[in-house]
């Protein structure tokens, strides 16, 4: 069925409307999530990543860990391996502030001799400093254990410029539960990764089993890794009808991010947010 782009100044961006799909989101500033900061474009989980996303209109998504002496920090990986090509093995949770301080994350990779040699990884307070409202901040929790929530309360406590205009929170388990309980003005989306092949044998989780665990972690929504087969219209009804938001994750393709949106996602999260939006503006002239 061919769809209609109407242009309307709304929050920077398009509304998408096609039949049975009114008012749906599409691709704009507002509703595309740079992964892990502009992470094409800079080293992932950095300010440089989350500035340049900031510096092109858009928001971002960073991960957060709880160092051995209890601050916070951006990572994504359990340990530090991957992102400091090697040069420091230890687990995020088991290292100081001090030792994350002194690793290199902007030299790994496609990023050997950059410019962005020497970049260590953020601190949430640091990160927090980005907020602005009309553009979102998800901070993924990695932890599934509530006893992260306390610091990360106090941190917001401590600053003015996030808030739940602006930030939410992706998490999991009790941790998710903690959140919304401790910080209940704020948003805490599932972070749900339901596709074909994400573990090996494994079967995508159902409806009813994601809206099992929105609810017992009192979530406001969900954020779902999208798969074509699996975030299926009728799926996202479901979550959506039930009372629940439902955003997807991780979209670097123009095609998957329009038909995302297509069936009712809210918002998209890419790697290459501003790529997607140039393609899109490109076409729909």
């Not at 600053?159 to 939410?168: D, E, F, H």
């Not at 003005?185 to 090996?200: D, F, M, Q, S």
Request: aromatic share 8%.
């Amino acid at each position: 069925m061919k769809s209609t782009l109407i242009k309307l100044a709304t929050m920077g961006s398009l509304l998408f409307l096609s039949s049975g799909a009114a008012n749906a989101a599409t691709l704009g500033f507002d509703t595309l999530i740079a992964h892990r900061g502009e992470s094409v474009d800079a080293p992932e989980n950095t300010l440089p990543a989350y500035q340049t996303a900031v510096g092109r209109g858009f928001g971002f998504e960073c991960d957060i860990y709880l160092s051995a002496d209890k601050r916070l920090f951006t990572f994504h990986d359990t340990s530090l391996t991957r992102t400091t090509g090697g040069a420091n093995t230890n687990k995020c949770t088991d290292v100081t502030w001090d030792e994350v301080s002194k690793v290199d994350v902007g030299s790994w990779g496609k990023w050997k001799g950059s410019k962005f040699a020497g970049t260590r990884p953020a601190l949430l307070e640091e990160v927090l400093e980005l907020a602005r409202d009309g553009r979102w901040i998800y901070v993924e929790v990695k932890s599934r254990t509530p006893d992260i929530v306390p610091y990360i309360k106090e941190i917001f406590a401590k600053q003015t410029k996030a808030t739940p205009r602006n930030t939410l929170f992706l998490a999991g388990g009790a941790c998710g539960r903690a959140l919304k309980e401790q910080m209940p003005e704020y948003k805490v989306l599932a972070c749900v990764n339901c596709r074909h092949g994400w573990k090996k044998d494994s079967k995508p989780m159902t409806t009813h089993e994601i809206l099992a665990i929105s609810r017992e972690m009192k979530a406001d929504g969900v954020d779902i890794r999208f798969d074509r087969e699996v975030t299926t219209s009728d799926f996202i009804k479901t979550i959506k009808d039930a009372g629940f938001e439902l955003h997807v994750w991780t979209i670097d393709n123009l095609s998957d991010a329009v038909e995302a949106f297509r069936r009712g996602a809210q918002t998209v999260t890419s790697n290459c947010p501003k790529k997607l939006l140039d393609n899109y503006k490109a076409e729909a002239k």
